[in-house]
């Protein structure tokens, strides 16, 4: 089974441009939500997500769509999720997000460790941002608790990103 520290490694280690995002992300920044997913948001080209795909391929992990190329992914909005046969955790690369584009995220995010690894994370704005624009129940309700997880760092997360009509 993948551990947390495997996925983290393998993404660093790939070679592509990404950027961890999703709650799993927000975790890094203190809230206390999870999920058992990871969400990378990967640069929308197809020789970087090519190279993520393949990292996880050899982690041993299972593609939703190993057929599809990585131009046609990108060009559809598509976001390739890897899961372990294991029951471990699953991987989401995406290379379009609600919100901030991929260069916003790029230049704006940060290196943590975490676990040992040097990592690249999206900025707590554009995570929060991200979740607004989807405007899904579930975001809304994450929106909720984070609020009351970080509200001070949320203040700084202004809303400016266009949301998405409620599903």
Do not use: C
Request: aromatic share 8%; hydrophobic share 40%.
């Amino acid at each position: 089974m993948a551990t947390y520290h495997e996925i983290l490694r393998t993404i660093e280690s790939s070679g592509a441009d990404y950027a961890w995002m999703g709650l799993n992300a927000a975790a890094a920044y203190g809230s206390p939500l999870v999920s058992y997913d990871f969400d990378f948001f990967v640069r929308p080209e197809p020789a970087h997500l090519d190279k993520a795909r393949e990292a996880f391929r050899k982690l041993g992990m299972d593609e939703s769509l190993p057929q599809v190329s990585s131009g046609n992914v990108i060009a559809a909005e598509a976001t390739v999720t890897l899961a372990d046969p294991y029951g471990g955790p699953t991987v989401d690369l995406m290379t379009h997000i609600s919100g901030p584009t991929f260069e916003e995220v790029w230049r704006d995010h940060k290196h943590i460790a975490f676990e040992g690894i040097l990592v690249r994370i999206a900025s707590l704005e554009h995570i929060i941002a991200s979740k607004r624009a989807a405007n899904r129940e579930k975001d809304r309700y994450v929106l909720k608790r984070l609020q009351q997880e970080l509200g001070d760092q949320l203040k700084r997360a202004a809303p400016r990103y266009r949301m998405r009509k409620k599903n």
